[in-house]
């Protein structure tokens, strides 16, 4: 069976692909912007094939993973088109996924999309993992990748740095997790960037206060003796299936 660090090494991630710097940040604060990721010809072909599976998939959209109010999901998003596949498989965020999950067998949890609609996408802060976990037992990973720029107004993410060390969820120190919170910050960036963060970081959307939709994909990593969101094997087509490499068909456990 292939291990984990060969598998991500045959698709460009190491430990020596992040610098010392971003490693300190991602441990300290528990996520990691990656700007400049996505040109914008791959950007304007992802937001494109994007819109038209939300147009296409129209209600049941999501339904393979998640489905939420006020914005526009999808998900299972490795079997509709291989261009999603630069947005699990890139060494830079590899690398960020497997240092928050300490180079342990890993695979992908799930990629999805979401998209704030105007007026919407406020979320609670929320952890995602249903338990709290002391500092270095992390078990899962999340990316952002921004199809278009995260601003103050177009429901850009919130997180509260450090808070993925703190051993607790939001909930046990806030009355109400929709509240601000006195130490969050926005991850704000230009379209095309990847921000890799700590699943266990207290995070959320924000309302979307522009009249266009904020696109973004999230890819989500966790130990591989966990189960996934999207379990890939009941999903995913023989014919993608062939299409994928060893280390691609590891990460997705099929």
Known sequence: MPDIVNTLA?????????T??????LDQFGYLPLPGILDEVTLEALRVRCDELSASEADRAGIEAHQEEGTARLANLVDKDRMFDRCWNHPAQLAAVAQVLDWQELKLMSLNGRAALPGQGHQRLHADWAGAVSPGSYQVCNSIWLLDAFTEANGATRVVPGSHRSGRQPGDVMADPADPHPE???LLGDAGTCVVFNGHLW??????????????????????EHPQQTVQ?????????RQL???????LDV
């Open 10 to 18: 045959e698709l460009g991630a190491t430990r020596s692909t992040l």
């Open 20 to 25: 010392p710097a971003q490693g300190d940040q």
């Open 184 to 186: 969050e910050i926005l």
């Open 203 to 224: 995070h959320g959307g924000t309302a979307n206060n522009t009249d266009r939709p904020r696109r973004a994909l999230h890819a989500a990593f966790l130990r591989r």
């Open 233 to 241: 094997r009941d999903y995913l087509r023989s014919e993608t299936i």
């Open 245 to 251: 490499s060893p280390s691609q068909r590891y990460l």
